[in-house]
């Protein structure tokens, strides 16, 4: 038995008005997750944590079987390890965006334009957060480069008790509000009011003005934790496995519970990712003896930040057509039976623009018993289903371990 995760995140939505008042999932052409809706075990599960915020960390963390309450220690951590950046005991680390802010004169007065800039490439964001890392670090500050527009800044002796606002949250508000605040709130918002002056006369930033492009104007500090301590994935389930995925946080859950990350070329984390490259990566990694692999898609989490429900359904019947039915295909020609869990990991409301804790469906399939629900995969469909999984972690073990 082969064990396969899908997960779209953000995938999951509220009615939308332009769309007759029916969520993407309600909309998209599925007829895979429809099909193993149908014959498969269909229900919601709370991936979020009362208390928790509808981080992809927290909820991913609960997906993967990680009980977030006991192993969560932060987002940032997770990116660290992903990168390759050592931490040590003392070290608290922060998600540092390149974000688009609005003109006014004063810091304080301007408004979240953009929270990725445009999606910066890599490329260019790696020049961009190496002149920030040149002009500010210090002794205990240091910046590194990511991927687009994530990147890390690691303080030594840095504090944990100081409020963050992820800036996918803010969109199109003004920031005043949403200043750091807490322990070291004024070296943090010293750095990002420092980092203008460095990004608004750089080489790429005027390149890309020149081409009508969304220049970067400054770094965005959140995400702030410590070095994170989780349990092998193998060890916790008995099962040896993969993650694929083009986001540093995904990377970083994987290297830390001890599994295989693997790299596809041209994966990037939106909705014109290489699918066909993901796709076929993970039935590789299935193949040369993984017993399970967790294929991560954030397309529909990018586009639900956007506001933009047309290509957040595109990225849906995407996610539908070239994973799961590559894979459904590829199983079935080979002789493996397997079961495949789709689901996202929290709804990213398009009209929203932002994360939101409510449950999500999920839909477990297993290609050697089949069920019959004979309902379609969608928000309403599920809840009618009367199966609901209030400890979402704890659905990792009936997925792999459990009957269907």
């Not at 960390?57 to 990168?83: F, I, Q, T, W």
């Not at 998600?95 to 990725?116: A, I």
């Not at 309902?375 to 009957?403: I, Q, R």
């Amino acid at each position: 038995m082969k064990y396969i995760v899908v997960l779209g995140d953000g995938m999951a939505d509220n009615p939308i008005e332009e769309l007759g008042n029916k969520t993407i999932l309600d909309c998209a052409c599925k007829p895979n997750m429809d099909e193993m809706a149908a014959q498969g075990e269909l229900g919601m599960v709370k991936t979020v944590q009362d208390g928790m915020k509808p981080g992809s960390d927290v909820a991913n963390l609960s997906v993967m079987g990680y009980d977030s309450r006991k192993y969560y220690s932060g987002r940032s951590p997770l990116e660290a390890a992903s990168m390759g950046v050592p931490m040590k005991d003392t070290d608290v680390t922060f998600r540092c965006n390149l974000v688009t802010l609005s003109d006014e004169e004063n810091y304080e007065d301007k408004t979240m334009l953009d929270y990725s800039s445009g999606e910066i490439t890599t490329a260019e964001s790696r020049e961009l957060m190496k002149a920030v890392e040149e002009a500010l670090h210090t002794d205990k500050i240091h910046f590194y480069g990511g991927i687009s527009y994530r990147h890390l800044m690691i303080w030594d002796g840095g504090s944990t008790k100081v409020e963050l606002t992820p800036p996918h949250d803010i969109s199109d508000k003004k920031v005043t509000e949403h200043l750091p605040k807490g322990d070291g709130a004024y070296e943090l918002l010293r750095l990002m009011k420092a980092s203008e002056e460095i990004l608004k006369s750089h080489p790429v930033n005027k390149k890309r003005v020149a081409e009508g492009k969304r220049p970067a104007t400054s770094i965005w500090i959140w995400g702030e934790g410590t070095k994170p301590q989780l349990d092998s994935f193998e060890g916790k389930f008995g099962k040896k496995g993969a993650v694929i995925s083009a986001v540093d946080l995904i990377k970083g859950i994987a290297k830390c519970a001890q599994m295989e990350s693997i790299d596809v070329e041209g994966a990037t984390g939106t909705y014109e990712t290489n699918f066909d490259g993901k796709a076929q990566a993970a039935y590789d990694a299935l193949m040369r003896g993984n017993d399970f692999v967790y294929i991560h898609l954030e397309g529909p989490d990018e586009c639900g930040h956007q506001g933009d429900a047309p290509n957040k359904k595109l990225a849906v019947e995407l996610i539908d057509e070239k994973i799961i039915g590559f894979l459904r295909k590829k199983l079935d020609e080979a002789g493996e039976d397997y079961r495949m869990m789709v689901l996202p990991d929290h709804p990213t409301p398009v009209k929203l623009k932002t994360h939101v804790s409510d449950p999500v469906p999920y839909i477990i399939y297993d290609s050697s018993k089949k069920l019959g629900t004979n309902k379609p995969y969608n928000e309403a469909s599920a809840k009618t289903t009367g199966v609901y999984v209030e400890d979402g972690y704890t659905l990792m073990e009936h997925f792999l371990n459990g009957d269907n």
